[in-house]
Structure formats: C-alpha cells, structure tokens
C-alpha cells in the first residue's frame, strides 16, 4: 500500500520548537476522532473505540510521568509514523512506516504530524493546518531562543497560546479547533485538568535563557 497524500485527516501542527504544540496535540486528542501521536496508543483507541475519558488518561499520564522522572517526556511523529514530514513524496515513501500508510487511508479519525516553524508541508497539500502563535513566554521558560520564522499557511487555524493563562479561553479555543476538525466538543473539566498539569510541568527539563 502507498501513502495517501490527499488523505484529508491529517493534522500538520505548525510551532517554533519548544513552544508547546504536543501539548495542544494531546489536548484535541481527547476527542474519540483525533489520535495520539504514538502508534500502539492510536491502534488501542481505534480498536476499542476510546471515549474522552480514556483518551485523557493516557494525556495526563504523560504529563505527570514529567514529574516523577524529572524530564520532559512527549509523544511525537516518530512515535506515531516512524519519520517526520520530508521534502518529497519519494522521501516520505520510503522513510514511513507502513501502518501510517494504512493511516492515511482511513477517513474516521485525525492523525497529527509536526511541520516545525521555517519548514513548508510540500507533500501533504491538501492537510489541515494549526499554527501556533503568542507562544513566547514558553519559549523564555524553557531556556529556547526563538530563530525560525512561520513559513504561511493558506487556510491555517491559529491557536493563541495566552489563553493556557485563562481557564474560560483555553477551554473555548480548543473548542473551537476541535469543531473546525470536525471533532466533538470536548468536555471543559478535562482540558482544565490538563492546563493545570501543563503549567505545572512545562519548564521540567529545560533551562531559562533569564533568570526569573
């Protein structure tokens, strides 16, 4: 089976390194149609057919698990597909992992992949697009100097990281990025308890640029 590059379920996540954007993944994943970005994990939810609930568990989790062992842990596009995004369609091909293949065929849920700020999806043409913007404070907190520029997105869906300050307007932003993926609401306790772990464990395993 080959990729489908006109598969219109995947998710490109457009942030500066560091600046959160696995963080707002996990979040929309608690959504029974959006995935993790970890590949047994995504299997288990389509097989047994998650509700939020159990999504947000295995969320929270990771976050946690900062805690205890003291260093910034995440899922990520090697997790999920086995590559991240490359410049061309033979380059993708040869580099993915065959169950993403079969992931881009399906049409039930959304899968998420990293398009870091300076580089451009040249092979995914027809992917959602969420852009991060307002993110810096995260960037000063974990010691991260802010080098690339977004490269535009046609179409993008911007997310202000700010709102993770406020638990009304973090709740109503990723809703409405949830209903623009085509995703049910999801519930507001859930995502408060994870903007509190969020802001309680970002900085573990990085280092300021300034001293507080």
């Not at 299997?43 to 998650?50: E, F, G, Q, S, V």
């Not at 995914?124 to 995260?138: D, H, P, Q, R, S």
């Not at 080098?147 to 535009?152: D, P, R, V, Y």
Request: aromatic share 14%.
């Amino acid at each position: 089976m080959k990729t489908n590059f006109q598969t219109e379920n995947l998710v490109c996540l457009n942030y500066h390194f560091n600046s959160g954007g696995k963080f707002l993944s996990n979040c929309l994943a608690v959504a029974e149609n959006n995935l993790h970005q970890h590949r047994h994990i995504a299997t288990r939810k389509m097989k047994d057919k998650w509700d939020q609930q159990t999504s947000f568990d295995v969320s929270f989790k990771i976050m946690q698990d900062k805690k205890f062992y003291e260093k910034h842990l995440e899922f990520g596009c090697a997790k999920l597909a086995g590559f991240v995004l490359q410049p061309t369609e033979e380059l993708q091909e040869r580099r993915t992992w065959d169950w993403f293949k079969e992931l881009t065929h399906q049409t039930e849920y959304n899968f998420f992949m990293v398009v870091p700020y300076g580089v451009k999806n040249m092979v995914f043409k027809i992917a959602k697009n969420i852009i991060l913007k307002n993110y810096e404070w995260i960037l000063k907190d974990r010691g991260t100097e802010q080098e690339a520029e977004l490269i535009n997105c046609e179409d993008g869906l911007y997310f202000d990281m700010e709102s993770i300050h406020d638990q009304k307007e973090f709740g109503k932003q990723v809703n409405i990025l949830a209903e623009q993926l085509g995703s049910p609401a999801i519930d507001l306790q859930l995502l408060e308890k994870l903007r509190k772990v969020f802001l309680e464990t970002y900085k573990i395993g990085f280092e300021p640029l300034w001293p507080a």
